[in-house]
């Protein structure tokens, strides 16, 4: 949710600032309502605070005129403990001034710790959780009986050293008193030299440079300066210069962490001249497809993942699949089941990931758990997995974030390669992963025997038309411009969907709820009868989602479906495939996508309801890629 970012270089300049305010600017999807910074000088610490979007704060900092600086963070804030406002917006400070701190995440317990320093004399001005963290940081830091780490940190000596490595030796004393989760980031104006920084179940990397350093909640905070970067570890700690990287574990052994390539350019990061991050990320989609499908065979021409440490007997002996996703990395999985138990002939289940470790689920040895997330961050799929593998199943991570927490912490990853998703909304997260599910399937019933080679070499062929097929769907995109600009009053919108259709239907009725504010629900066509039709009235508008003519069994039932609400009064818009005539009687308005397998369908037929949804947000006036009261990530239960 919240963005975090830091820099440091050997001098003092205006960079620091320039870098961290653009970094931050960078991670604006993520969601926010106020930001900050804290700029670190010998002897000297500038704290400057805004409520509302990065621009407030820029002409803070103007207003400000705080000077150069050695080192920088600065934090964007999404609201959990305390209201919007310019004392609860990050860094928080020591009373002194001295030390400043941002943090992304929760402090479970920070109302008892509150209370304590209450008692020994601490006075707070803001109601967050972090204020908390900053007092027993700067009271660790000046505490005699704690002993400092006694390691080099970068080319820091004298008195600069010394309080570089107590402030270093006070984070893991701190954290080890804190429950729940964070990245904390840490500058202090008695060593300006140095971040500290904490990481326990919320993202952290580190991007190296020549003669600076940078730190963030997601690479694209420094992908404009440097593709080269460190993933940092669970409970691990880091003191970062302008030339090093100093990393120790809960215990304070130095251990070295994993280096790693940003595959994706700034360029990828900017709307490059769309007039929306999403609508250049729905023409994304056949890039982000191609990509994520490319290169999936070895050498002797067998499928393969990007990770894999799960020895093939194990999968061989696989009883049960279990899905687990949010939002619409739920629905992605939606879409994998009915093609993993087409290929594979083994049960799937497709659980939503926040529910999934309180209804005490039926999870063993035999169980492959698939987490789907899109930053891998997401916190609620990071506590399923824990507790997926704790009862002895293997993870297979499907994300599009090299280095993050669930790929780190699952047996097998798959990545998708969709580039940076600026947009809180998800579209060609969404694509990228469903193609991602089918690679795995269809590696599954490799390793299991379930299709012989030529037979997923035909699936893999037709899967590689889609990409081209997804760009003519898109080069049709006017008709359904034109058809959501005549809906800019609708208050609600029923989606209905049949097999793999339905999924999609309620992946579009995600799309409508989150960037148009409009009700929207996504119904199985063969619920219409069992409650839903008594929701459709004269003008109600119905998006239904037609299988192809190819299943008769299947197409004739939606046809019905249509019929039905359109004898009561409906708007029906359809989404059919190229030829399918049957339909045309019964529409009001067509959306038309090429051929494709059954399976394959919902990657041609949800791209029309991303841009229908994109162009009704616009038609309302309405802020299409930060929608009220959405982060792009959530990472915090």
Not at 75 to 101: F, I, K, M, Y
Not at 207 to 233: K, Q, Y
Not at 536 to 550: A, F, K, L, N, W
Request: charged share 20%; hydrophobic share 45%; glycine share 8%.
């Amino acid at each position: 949710m919240c963005g975090i970012a830091g820099h440091i270089g050997h001098e003092e300049s205006g960079r620091s600032q320039e870098v961290v305010l653009n970094g931050l600017a960078r991670l604006e999807y993520r969601g926010y309502d106020s930001a900050g910074v804290a700029l670190a000088s010998p002897g000297k610490l500038d704290i400057i605070r805004e409520v509302g979007k990065l621009a407030n704060l820029r002409d803070a900092i103007n207003e400000a005129t705080p000077g150069p600086a050695l080192a920088a963070i600065g934090h964007t804030r999404w609201a959990t403990h305390g209201r919007p406002s310019v004392a609860n917006a990050h860094p928080h400070a020591t009373e002194d001034g001295r030390l400043a701190l941002v943090h992304n995440g929760i402090i479970e317990n920070a109302g008892a710790l509150r209370a304590r320093l209450r008692q020994e004399g601490h006075h707070f001005s803001s109601d967050t959780d972090t204020e908390v963290v900053v007092h027993l940081l700067g009271r660790a830091a000046a505490d005699p009986a704690i002993t400092p780490w006694d390691g080099p940190i970068g080319a820091l000596e004298g008195e600069a050293l010394a309080n570089a490595q107590k402030l270093f030796a006070a984070m893991r004393h701190v954290a080890a008193t804190l429950h729940g989760t964070f990245t904390l980031l840490a500058v202090s104006a008695d060593a300006p030299g140095v971040i500290i920084a904490a990481r326990r179940s919320s993202p952290l990397v580190i991007g190296l440079g020549e003669g600076e350093n940078f730190l963030g909640s997601d690479a694209l905070a420094f992908v404009e300066h440097t593709s080269d970067a460190l993933e940092i570890g669970q409970d691990h700690f880091v003191a970062v210069t302008a030339d090093s990287v100093t990393v120790v574990d809960e215990d304070g052994a130095e251990v070295t962490p994993k280096r790693f390539t940003v595959e994706y350019s700034s360029e990828r990061a900017t709307k490059d001249g769309w007039s929306t991050f999403m609508e250049k990320e729905i023409h994304e989609q056949p890039r982000g497809v191609a990509d994520t499908i490319a290169q999936r065979l070895d050498a002797h021409g067998m499928l393969s993942l990007d990770e894999v440490r799960i020895p093939e007997h194990v999968l061989r002996s696989i009883d049960k699949v279990i899905i687990i996703g949010c939002g619409t990395a739920s629905y992605a999985g939606q879409v994998a089941r009915y093609a993993i138990e087409h290929w594979c002939r083994i049960p799937v289940e497709v659980e939503l990931a926040h529910e999934f470790r309180y209804r005490d689920p039926v999870v063993t040895e035999k169980t492959l758990v698939v987490a789907i997330s899109q930053s891998g961050e997401t916190m609620d799929t990071i506590m399923a997995i824990r507790h997926a593998r704790e009862q002895g199943a293997k993870v297979v991570a499907i994300v599009n974030t090299p280095g993050s927490t669930i790929s780190r912490e699952s047996d097998a990853v798959l990545l998708t390669h969709a580039g940076p998703e600026i947009a809180v909304a998800s579209t060609k997260a969404f694509t990228s992963q469903v193609a991602a599910t089918f690679i795995l399937g269809l590696y599954l019933a490799q390793v299991r025997g379930n299709k012989y080679a030529d037979e997923i070499a035909d699936y893999l062929d037709k899967l590689g038309e889609i990409p081209g097929k997804i760009a003519q769907v898109l080069e049709r995109g006017d008709a359904v411009r034109e058809a959501a600009r005549t809906m800019a009053d609708t208050t609600s919108v029923i989606y209905l969907g049949r097999h793999v259709g339905y999924p999609v239907a309620m992946e579009g009725a995600l799309k409508l709820k989150e960037i148009c504010y409009i009700h929207a629900e996504g119904f199985a066509a063969g619920e219409l009868k069992h409650g839903p039709i008594a929701l459709v009235d004269e003008g109600q508008p119905v998006i239904i989602v037609v299988p192809t003519p190819r299943r008769p069994e299947l197409h004739a039932k939606v046809i019905s479906n249509i019929q039905e609400v359109r004898a009561r009064g409906a708007h029906t818009i359809v989404v059919a495939e190229d030829g399918d005539t049957a339909v045309d009687q019964h529409a009001e308005v067509v959306f038309r996508v090429p051929a494709a397998p059954t399976l394959y369908a919902p990657l041609l037929a949800v791209v029309p309801l991303q841009l229908f949804a994109c162009e009704l947000a616009s038609a309302k006036g309405l802020d299409v890629d930060q929608p009220r009261n959405l982060a792009k990530s959530v990472t915090v239960e």
